[in-house]
T-cell receptor, first 111, second 114 residues
């Protein structure tokens, strides 16, 4: 599974609550990404990181923040969850000039 | 940003037939063209990719062809088997050269009937 662990695997939360999803890798890859997957939209990039403390926005970053304090960990935070953020969230890793590999995903439901 | 269209959205074939999925993109700077397979409830997995200096790449029953002039690339699966049933995504990079900042197509649901 390319040494990527996402936690939790499933979460149900209420509108307005903060939520943090964690991605942990054991591959020592430089680049880490958060994507979300929704029916009819494929996968869309939320945020990515190109090193410790170096992050940037993707296509659908509004309402999300990220942090990377260690090479192996990349956190995605929803400061105040909304129903439109109900989705499956995938973490992915890569090295320079090498393909993207995904974790097993976190299914988030915001009620 | 990159505009990606994938066709068809669904494809149904008999076991042993061939399947072809086409992906068109808009960014002429794109130089990396991967295809991902996602089985129900699982993570997307890379099945084949091609760089822009190559027109075709083959790996056993799977091949990818690239037409940079027309800005499209295609996935070819020969001798299909029931385990090929899945959703397939093309994902050229957003901004040309990234291997990780990808723009995914909407997906093609392939069903292989025994």
């Amino acid at each position: 599974d390319a040494g990527i662990t996402q936690s939790p695997r499933h979460k149900v939360t209420e509108t307005g609550t903060p939520v943090t999803l964690r991605c942990h890798q054991t591959e020592n890859h430089r680049y880490m990404y958060w994507y979300r997957q929704d029916p009819g939209h494929g996968l869309r990039l939320i945020h990515y990181s190109y090193g410790v403390k170096d992050t940037d926005k993707g296509e659908v970053s509004d309402g999300y923040s990220v942090s990377r304090s260690k090479t192996e960990d990349f956190l995605l935070t929803l400061e105040s969850a909304t129903s439109s953020q109900t989705s499956v969230y995938f973490c992915a890793i890569s090295e320079a000039n090498s393909p993207l590999h995904f974790g097993n995903g976190t299914r988030l439901t915001v009620t | 940003g990159e505009n990606v269209e994938q066709h068809p959205s669904t494809l149904s074939v008999q076991e042993g037939d061939s399947a072809v999925i086409k992906c068109t993109y808009s960014d002429s700077a794109s130089n990396y063209f991967p295809w991902y397979k996602q089985e129900l409830g699982k993570r997307p997995q890379l099945i084949i990719d091609i760089r822009s200096n190559v027109g075709e790449k083959k790996d056993q029953r799977i091949a990818v062809t690239l037409n940079k002039t027309a800005k499209h690339f295609s996935l070819h699966i020969t001798e299909t088997q029931p385990e090929d049933s899945a959703v397939y995504f093309c994902a050229p990079p957003a901004g040309g050269t990234s291997y990780g900042k990808l723009t995914f197509g909407q997906g093609t649901i392939l069903t292989v009937h025994p």
